[in-house]
Nanobody, 120 residues
Framework: QVKLVESGGGLVQAGGSLRLSCVASGSIFIINGMGWYRQAPGKQRELVAVVPRGGSANYADSVKGRFTISRDNAKNTVYLQMNSLKPEDTAVYYC??????????????WGLGTLVTVSS
C-alpha cells in the first residue's frame, strides 16, 4: 500500500506565497516522476509542474517564473513553492508520484488534494 499526503494549502492574498508538500509512504522501491496538478471549479484537471527523477522540471506556461517544483528523494517528498500568487491560481492542487514497488511493478499514485484559495 502506498499513500500520498499533501499539506500546505490555504488562503492567501494575491501576491503572496505558499509552499505545498507531498510525502509518499508505504511499499516504495523507487519513485520516478513527481508532479503537481490542479483543478479549478468547473474546469478540468491540468498539469502545473512535473520533475522526473534525475531530470529537469517542466512547468505550465501560466506558472513559469512564479512556481518552483523540487523533490527530496530521501524523504519521498515533492514540493511546490508558489510565489506571486494570482486569483486564477485558486484550485485544488493534487500531488502525483510514479512509484515502483519492491516487486518492480509501478503505477501512478494521487493525493487527495489540498485547496489553495487566492483572494484579490
Amino acid at each position: 500500500q502506498v499513500k500520498l499526503v499533501e499539506s500546505g494549502g490555504g488562503l492567501v492574498q494575491a501576491g503572496g506565497s505558499l509552499r505545498l508538500s507531498c510525502v509518499a509512504s508505504g511499499s516504495i522501491f523507487i519513485i520516478n516522476g513527481m508532479g503537481w496538478y490542479r483543478q479549478a471549479p468547473g474546469k478540468q484537471r491540468e498539469l502545473v509542474a512535473v520533475v522526473p527523477r534525475g531530470g529537469s522540471a517542466n512547468y505550465a506556461d501560466s506558472v513559469k517564473g512564479r512556481f518552483t517544483i523540487s523533490r527530496d528523494n530521501a524523504k519521498n517528498t515533492v514540493y511546490l513553492q508558489m510565489n506571486s500568487l494570482k486569483p486564477e491560481d485558486t484550485a485544488v492542487y493534487y500531488c502525483n508520484q510514479q512509484i515502483v514497488g519492491p516487486s518492480g511493478y509501478g503505477m501512478d499514485y494521487w493525493g487527495l488534494g489540498t485547496l489553495v484559495t487566492v483572494s484579490s
